[in-house]
Each structure stands twice: as C-alpha cells, then as structure tokens.
C-alpha cells in the first residue's frame, strides 16, 4: 500500500471548517484514499472514502486533487467533539485476502479551541 | 443495532498469567481485524480472520499470541504468559464482506499488566 505523510497535530477555532492535508505521492490506479478519526481512548471511526471524485457525506468532505497524490479532508463546521486523531490511509479496494488489514500511520492530531 | 462489542473493557493479569479479550462483530459482519496500539503510539494491525479460518497473520507477534474466531461465538485474541509490554489497548474491528472499507471498531480492551 501505497504511504501517506500528514502534519502531525492542526488546530481549529470552533466553528470554523478544518483542513486536513494528506500527500500520498505514489499513489497506484486502483488505490482509495480514506480517513479515519479515533477520538482519545476510543476506537477509531470511518469517516469516508474516495477513489479520484470530490466525495460528501454527513461528517465530512474529501477533496481529491485530479493527479490523486494528495488529498484534503475537510470538516464544515468543526467542535470541540471533533477533537481527535485523522488517519488518512492508502489502500487498494480489492475484497478479501491479504488485503483485508488497513494500515495506520500516526495521522494529524486535530484540536478544537473554543 | 449493537456495534463491535469488545469484552472487557480492562483488564489486569500478573506477569506470567493468561489474557483472553473478546470481540463479537456487527451482526451479520463476517470479518474481524485485531489491531493493538501500545501506549502513545499508533494502530498497528495483528490480525484478520473469517470464520473459523486466519486470512493474514502477519502483525501477530511469533510467541505467545494466537487468535481465532470461531463458527460460533465472539473471536479471541489470547495471549499467554503476559508481560508488561503487552499492555495496550487491543481494538477490534469488523465489516460485511461487501461494505470492508467501513469497518467498525470496537471501544477497544485495556490490557494492563502489572
């Protein structure tokens, strides 16, 4: 699977949107970029998934550059909730196999200030 | 519906004695992944079974790990003769085989070994 690098640690005024880059320079063809959140002593938590469209949903947007080598999570209108780490992961989107395990890195830590 | 359920939520063992965690998937969710994440540090994957069959291995240390998730009932990640670097929180996650790239994780296990 391809590597991602991400700003250690962000912070955010609340209420306003959060930015969160991931460069995944060697990025192949049939790979998806996705973002997990794992809030502190939880377990981690899908936030959403894109292979070369601009994607939304309910949490977030993901914003996928047209060379795919990097890619920006975005959170409209951040709170003090949405205080936790981001993983962005590269990985194929084949089924099964030894496919199955995702890889994290250390993701960014978002903070929220009031 | 119930999510990832995780038992139990901590757990202390003596040097030397046996750790048993369990996890019971989504209903309907026929694959479960054991990821472990030693204190200030990240996600690193162990696991990933089916049932009654391990697909990838690869995280799980040599000695003294095993796994297995069974026809029936919760999958267990054991380990025997704790010592204190396996203390960490032990995350497993689960997903239908055709929705993986949303895996759900559960609150996780606190293994602390004293």
């Known amino acids: 699977d391809a590597k991602t690098t991400q700003p250690p640690s962000m912070d955010c005024a609340e209420g306003r949107a959060a930015n969160l880059p991931c460069n995944h320079s060697t990025i192949s063809g049939n790979e998806y970029v996705y973002w997990y959140r794992q809030i502190h002593s939880q377990g981690p938590q899908y936030i959403i998934h894109?292979?070369?469209n601009n994607e939304t949903n309910e949490m977030a947007s993901l914003i996928i550059t047209e060379d795919r080598k990097s890619s920006t999570l975005i959170l409209p209108h951040a709170t003090l909730r949405d205080t936790a780490v981001y993983y962005c992961?590269?990985?194929?989107?084949?089924?099964?196999?030894?496919?199955?395990?995702?890889?994290f890195g250390k993701g960014t830590k978002l903070s929220v200030k009031p | 519906n119930a999510g990832v359920m995780q038992n139990p939520r901590h757990l202390v063992r003596r040097r030397g004695q046996e750790a048993r965690l369990r996890c019971s998937p989504v209903k309907g969710h026929s694959h479960v992944y054991w990821y472990r994440q030693l204190p200030e540090e990240g996600l690193k994957f162990m696991v990933y079974l089916q049932k009654e069959n391990i697909i990838d291995e690869s995280g799980m240390p040599k000695e003294r790990f095993s796994a297995e998730f069974p026809k029936e009932g919760p999958s267990i990640l054991r380990i025997q003769q704790v010592v204190r670097g396996d203390s960490a929180a032990y995350f497993c996650?689960?997903?239908?085989?055709?929705?993986?790239?949303?895996?759900?994780f559960g609150s996780g296990t606190r293994l602390t070994v004293v």
């Open positions: 996650a689960s997903s239908r085989q055709d929705r993986w790239y949303g895996y759900t």
């Open positions: 894109g292979l070369k």
């Open positions: 992961i590269v990985r194929v989107a084949e089924y099964g196999g030894s496919q199955g395990n995702l890889i």
